[in-house]
Structure formats: structure tokens, C-alpha cells
């Protein structure tokens, strides 16, 4: 295979691109996202199904799509042209493109509303209870029609304002400070909350199983897609973030370590919610708003609640912020590359259109609440969408590309496994076992619903 041009963009160190690669994968997924899915579906039955997709199958496609990115040393549509010339491939990467700027539109509408309640803590207005509680005061921020708007350009301009600065100077250097502060808060955070009374009831939730739910097809999508989004797999981010890596750089260590912190941070955060929750009597299956309502209520209600307060909301814009950069990189670098534009004309442009587009997710819980599919408002629909369908197509996609489409050789060479026996067991999971794995779940959940 001929040797392929350097990208021109580049990590100054591993460890960066390491840390840059976690912050994508840290996000209101683990914060925001997991607590309430897992709340809904049972708790640790959840956990455990989860778990299981994370490693069986999460991790051996993080690696693969490290392996395309990396080989392919372009952005997500550009790196299957290199390597599958002439071939429909790169459409999977442009499927990408437009599911990242779809999931960072509703992305930075969440992101906004922490924003603001970071604002509210430090400006002591929700240190206690507030006029009609903190449900009605979540209600009626997010039903009004500009200021989550605002709020949600200010999280994206921040986003903007780093992502321009390149990958070095902005996207390596920002993460190298976020991900170790979020790590620290993290694990304080955890550990206060478990001191708490009626903590264990939380963690007994989380760690024991309910089988019955096993029967639930609904449960496996949820935990695949949940699996999916967390680790930001399936629409090329980081196949975009592997692109800027040099040769000597392995990825197989880089692709465990990634997973196993990102789960690492999805349970911590369960254990710092779901006690903190139980030890309230409050509960668990409160969706989307768990985090702004749910949380709130106890922090009031707990010693030092204010400092919690302040920390948990730095905690998860900072988390937000991390994983939004890689949302917006990923665009950012396509545009650039196809249309020749520089990087901060490309960045403005991407920007915009997110922005644009999340106006509709934000508006859903206000003056559009009338359109909904299913019970979900728009905001829900884009991230069901996205999280259970395009994701898991395009992982599918990436694997029957390594596995089918690519030889043996070049899929061992490009995905750097050196054994033996540790690549034909990725090689058939990623052959074999993704595609099966994912029809079957597919299958059943059309008829899952339909039945
Ligand atoms: N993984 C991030 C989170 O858990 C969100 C995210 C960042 C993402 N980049 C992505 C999701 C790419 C899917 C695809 O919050």
C-alpha cells in the first residue's frame, strides 16, 4: 500500500491526543446521559448489559475506528477516500459529519442549561429551594424562548473560541487542563456523597441486578447506544482526533485506556447520583431533568450543599465542554479540507449551523412542545435518533469496512495489535460479532414494538 501524506495538522504528544480522546468520550453522557438511562431501565441489570457491550464491543470499534482515522491521516470523509478510493465508503464519514453536527445541536442546548445553573450557584440564587421549587424553576427556564439561547451561544462561542485555536494550541492544550481538574472534582464529588446517610440504598440500585428486565429488547439498544455515544464512537470524531496522531504512536493501549476511563467516569458518576438521589427518597426514572431538578433539590438539602452545588455544575460544563470540542472538530476538519476554507472560517461556519439547528431541540420545551414523535419532544427525538440508530449504523459501517473491505493484513497492520492471538480475537469480533450483535438487537427491538 503506498505510503499515505502526513495530515498537516498534528498532537504534539500522545498523552495528548490520550487526554483529548477521553475529554471527547467524558460528557453529559456519563453525567447527564447514563444516570437517567440507566434510572429508567432498571439500574444495574442496566449497568451490567452495559458493561458488557462497552467491552465486548466498545471498545474493540474505538480501536477500529482509531485505526481508520489514523491510517487514513485525513477527516472522516477524506480518510476512507485514501483508503478505499473510487469506492462508496466515504459516505460513512459523511454520514458522520452530519451526525455530529446533529448531536452537538441538542448537545449545547443541555450544555447551555448547565451553563446557566453553574451561573445560579455561583451567584447563590439556587442555593436554596427557590419561589415553586426547582422543578418549576427547571420548567420555565427551559420553556423560555431566548434565554436558553443565549446560553447556548455562550457554551458554543467557548467551544468556538478553542476549537479556532487548532489542535495543538487549542483543542491539545484545553484538555490537558480539563481533564485532570474534571478527575480530581470527580472523585471528591464521589467520595463526599458516599458519606452521606442512605448512600448504600444508591449503590445497592446501581450494583444489584433486577433480571427480569433482561427480557426487555428496548434494554439493548439502550445499553448499545448508551455504549455508543459515551465512548463517541460511530461517527468519526475520533476518527478525525486519530487522524492528527504520528506513526509511532500506538493505538491499541490508547483505545483500553480511553474505554476504560470513560466508564470508570459512567459509574462514578452513578455512585455520586444515585445515592445522593435514594438518600433524598426522590426518584430515580426522572429523565433528561434529573440532573437539573433531582440534584439540585439535594444539594439544598446537604451539609455544604452550595460548594457541592458550585462544584458538580463546573464538573459538568467542563465535561461538556470537552466532548463538544471533539463534536465540533469533527466538521470543522472536513470543511476545511473539501472546501479549502481556512480553520476559522470553517469553525464560524460550523459553528452557525449547530447553533441554528439547536434553536429547534431548545424551542422543544417551549413554543414547539406540540411537536413530538412518540412522546418525545425534539430535543429527545434527535438524541434517540442519533444515539440508537446513526451511531450504531456507522460503527457497523466501520466495522464491515475493516473486516470485509480492507485484507487481513492491512486491517492487522493498521490497527497496530502485535498479538497474535489478541488480533484474531478483535479481528472476529469486529468481523463477525459487531455485525451479528447488532442485527439481532435491531431485529428485535422492530418487533419488540411492533408486537
Ligand atoms: N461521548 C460524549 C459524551 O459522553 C459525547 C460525544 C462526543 C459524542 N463526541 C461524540 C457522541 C461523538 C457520539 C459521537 O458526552
Not at 427551559?142 to 487548532?166: D, E, H, K, M, Y
Not at 476504560?260 to 426518584?283: H, K, N, R, Y
Amino acid at each position: 500500500m503506498k505510503q499515505l501524506n502526513q495530515n498537516q495538522d498534528q498532537w504534539k504528544t500522545r498523552l495528548g491526543f490520550m487526554l483529548a480522546a477521553m475529554g471527547s468520550a467524558v460528557g453529559l453522557g456519563n453525567i447527564w446521559r447514563f444516570p437517567y438511562v440507566t434510572g429508567e431501565l432498571g439500574g444495574a441489570t442496566f449497568l451490567i448489559v452495559y458493561l458488557a457491550f462497552v467491552f465486548l464491543i466498545g471498545i474493540p470499534l474505538l480501536l477500529n475506528e482509531f485505526s481508520i482515522g489514523k491510517a487514513g491521516q485525513k477527516d472522516a470523509v477524506g480518510s476512507f477516500q485514501n483508503l478505499a478510493p473510487n469506492t462508496k465508503w466515504h459516505w460513512t464519514g459523511f454520514m458522520g459529519v452530519i451526525g455530529g453536527i446533529l448531536i452537538l445541536s441538542f448537545y449545547s442546548v443541555v450544555a447551555g442549561w448547565s451553563l446557566f445553573y453553574l451561573y445560579k450557584y455561583l451567584t447563590g440564587a439556587y442555593w436554596s429551594e427557590p419561589d415553586g421549587g426547582y422543578g418549576m424553576v427547571f420548567d420555565e427556564w427551559i420553556s423560555n424562548p431566548i434565554l436558553p439561547l443565549l446560553w447556548q451561544a455562550l457554551f458554543l462561542g467557548v467551544t468556538l473560541f478553542i476549537v479556532i485555536r487548532g489542535v495543538k494550541g487549542g483543542i491539545e492544550k484545553a484538555n490537558a487542563f480539563l481533564m485532570p481538574v474534571l478527575a480530581v472534582l470527580m472523585i471528591f464529588m464521589a467520595g463526599y456523597v458516599l458519606t452521606l446517610d442512605g448512600a448504600l440504598e444508591g449503590v445497592t440500585f446501581l450494583f444489584q441486578p433486577d433480571w427480569s428486565q433482561l427480557s426487555n429488547p428496548k434494554l439493548y439498544l439502550t445499553a448499545l447506544g448508551q455504549a455508543f455515544f459515551s465512548l463517541s464512537i460511530g461517527v468519526s470524531g475520533m476518527l478525525t482526533y486519530a487522524s492528527y496522531l504520528k506513526a509511532k504512536d500506538r493505538l491499541p493501549g490508547a483505545a483500553i485506556g480511553v474505554g476504560v476511563m470513560d466508564t470508570v467516569f459512567a459509574v462514578i458518576a452513578g455512585i455520586m447520583i444515585f445515592p445522593a438521589v435514594f438518600s433524598f427518597g426522590l426518584e430515580v426514572n426522572e429523565g433528561p431533568p434529573l440532573v437539573f431538578i433531582t440534584l439540585p433539590s439535594i444539594f439544598a438539602s446537604m451539609p455544604l450543599g452550595n460548594v457541592v452545588g458550585i462544584i458538580f455544575f463546573v464538573l459538568l460544563t467542563m465535561a461538556a465542554l470537552s466532548s463538544a470540542i471533539s463534536l465540533l472538530e469533527l466538521p470543522v476538519a472536513f470543511f476545511k479540507r473539501t472546501i479549502g476554507m481556512s480553520r476559522k472560517a470553517a469553525t464560524y461556519l460550523c459553528t452557525s449551523i449547530i447553533f441554528v439547528l439547536g434553536i429547534a431541540s431548545s424551542l422543544g420545551f417551549g413554543i414547539w412542545s406540540g411537536v413530538t414523535i412518540g412522546g418525545q419532544n425534539i430535543l429527545g427525538m434527535i438524541d434517540y435518533l442519533t444515539a440508537n440508530f446513526v451511531l450504531p449504523f456507522g460503527a457497523l459501517l466501520m466495522a464491515l469496512f475493516v473486516g470485509w473491505y480492507l485484507n487481513r493484513e492491512q486491517a492487522q497492520k493498521n490497527s497496530e495489535i502485535e498479538n497474535p492471538l489478541m488480533f484474531n480475537i478483535w479481528y472476529i469480533i469486529i468481523k463477525i460479532i459487531v455485525p451479528v450483535v447488532m442485527i439481532i438487537i435491531v431485529i428485535a427491538n422492530i418487533f419488540g414494538y411492533t408486537a
